[in-house]
T-cell receptor, first 115, second 115 residues
Framework: AQTVTQSQPEMSVQEAETVTLSCTYD???????LFWYKQPPSRQMILVIR??????QNATENRFSVNFQKAAKSFSLKISDSQLGDAAMYFC????????????FGKGTKLTVNP | DSGVTQTPKHLITATGQRVTLRCSPR?????VYWYQQSLDQGLQFLIQ???????AKGNILERFSAQQFPDLHSELNLSSLELGDSALYFC??????????????FGPGTRLLVL
């Protein structure tokens, strides 16, 4: 079974600085999808970024980018120019394939942005 | 706004009772997923429906059941409620036609409190 590990329960960053959140996963599949979701205090789950495993190029979405290392099974999220609104829980998720497209989530990293 | 709607937003009930949570997917999405978020278990996949049929089951208790109707909305039924069922229940939807369209978009969740 696939597992997702986020080793940093909490992280903090100064406004306008850059922070990297770590995620590792375990799978025997060769083709899969990875996601980062953001959960602010409102508890809404918001998609941040998506990465297809077959793509070598790292995904980017404005200030958010990933460092996808397939061989190492690592999928970190970099937030540049951090803003107060980035404060939230961040969840790394693996999408299983083969008839059951469920998301397997890590336990999350709580990001605090200091003014 | 993800386009996925869930009702009610909050639900307070007593042990032993039965409740129904409702989800309407994004327009055009055929697949609906239910997830439970609790403090001790984190985010866990419960069940997936695709175009009216059950497609995958996760850690869903026998006291819980779900269905997807012809108009594609879904209901999650929780019965014989226990204190430990208190959690945030999310519905997500995706097109689920090909693996390239498997991004899941989450509703705002239903917060269930069992007293």
């Amino acid at each position: 079974a696939q597992t997702v590990t986020q080793s940093q329960p909490e992280m903090s960053v100064q406004e306008a600085e850059t922070v990297t959140l770590s995620c590792t996963y375990d799978t025997s599949e060769s083709d899969y999808y990875l996601f980062w979701y953001k959960q602010p205090p409102s508890r809404q789950m918001i998609l941040v970024i998506r990465q297809e495993a077959y793509k070598q190029q790292n995904a980017t979405e404005n200030r958010f980018s990933v460092n996808f290392q397939k061989a190492a099974k690592s999928f970190s999220l970099k937030i540049s120019d951090s803003q107060l609104g980035d404060a939230a829980m961040y969840f790394c998720a693996y999408l299983t394939q083969g008839g059951s497209e469920k998301l397997v989530f890590g336990k999350g990293t709580k990001l605090t942005v200091n003014p | 706004d993800s386009g996925v709607t869930q009702t009610p937003k909050h639900l307070i009930t007593a042990t032993g009772q039965r409740v129904t949570l409702r989800c309407s997917p994004r327009s055009g999405d055929l697949s609906v997923y239910w997830y439970q978020q609790s403090l001790d278990q984190g985010l866990q996949f419960l069940i997936q429906y695709y175009n009216g049929e059950e497609r995958a089951k996760g850690n869903i208790l026998e006291r819980f059941s779900a269905q997807q109707f012809p108009d594609l909305h879904s209901e999650l039924n929780l019965s014989s409620l226990e204190l430990g069922d208190s959690a945030l229940y999310f519905c997500a939807s995706s097109v689920a036609l090909t693996s390239a369209q498997e991004t899941q978009y989450f509703g705002p969740g239903t917060r269930l409190l069992v007293l």
